[in-house]
């Protein structure tokens, strides 16, 4: 499956976004799809996923700020980000599996498909 991620940009402290990961294939609601950030020069860092159950994970430092959504009739899936800090700045991958076991889905080895990255700033 191909990953096309859309939707950063540079935005004030507090402020929202919502990032797209747009997937071409047919059965792509079969994966687990995930979100990451990487700052320049550092591992990437698991944000979000979500499994073609709809069940969501979230890491400790986003969690109750970002939602991470799918939306299977249109093969997207969604970050919304909601009370961006300075920290948040980064850019964003989003990744996608179809055999994803649930003790991987924090790992970015454990993705196979990705997308280009997004650029998101979150100025102070």
């Known amino acids: 499956v191909q990953l096309q991620a859309s939707g950063g940009g540079l935005v004030h402290a507090g402020g929202s976004l919502r990032l797209s990961c747009v997937a071409s294939g047919r059965t792509f609601s079969s994966y687990t799809v995930g979100w990451f950030r990487q700052i320049s020069g550092e591992d990437r860092e698991f944000v979000a996923a979500i499994r073609r159950s709809g069940h969501t994970y979230y890491a400790t430092s986003v969690k109750d700020r970002f939602t991470i959504s799918r939306d299977n009739a249109k093969n997207t899936v969604y970050l919304q980000m909601n009370g961006l800090k300075p920290e948040d700045t980064a850019v964003y991958y989003c990744?996608?599996?179809?055999?994803?076991?649930?003790?991987?889905?924090?790992?970015?080895?454990?993705?196979?498909?990705w997308g280009q990255g997004t650029q998101v700033t979150v100025s102070s």
């Open positions: 990744a996608a599996d179809p055999n994803l076991i649930l003790s991987n889905i924090r790992s970015a080895l454990g993705y196979k498909s």
